[in-house]
Nanobody, 118 residues
């Protein structure tokens, strides 16, 4: 199993970024996928999840209305579109695979840094 994030960088407040996570080594379309983030000095937190085929999503209150998770099962890729970025969105962003039936994540990417600063 491999998860590889890309697309991070430095952006000004109010800007946008799109993160990608390329998955391999498992049947991608059968798993719920998630994005988490970890800011300096803080615990890792869940950003949101997306279901297998319906594409149904859930988001943390802090990003609701600004971030959108999507997936392309044909490309084994999950995306995180981030709009109206704020300095408090600065963090390392990770994609992860959710285990079947329980609220745990068993594989993680290496993370990609997002910095929101003027």
């Amino acid at each position: 199993v491999q998860l590889v994030e890309s697309g991070g960088g430095v952006v000004q407040p109010g800007g946008s970024l799109r993160l990608s996570c390329a998955a391999s080594g498992f049947s991608f379309s059968t798993y719920v996928m998630s994005w988490h983030r970890q800011a300096p000095g803080k615990e890792r937190e869940l950003v949101g999840t997306i279901k297998q085929s319906s594409g149904s999503t859930n988001y943390a209150d802090a990003v609701k209305g600004r971030f959108t998770i999507s997936r392309d099962n044909a490309k084994n890729t999950v995306y995180l579109q981030m709009n109206s970025l704020k300095p408090e969105d600065t963090a390392v962003y990770y994609c992860s695979r959710k285990r079947f039936g329980i609220d745990q994540y068993d594989y993680w990417g290496q993370g990609t840094q997002v910095t929101v600063s003027s």
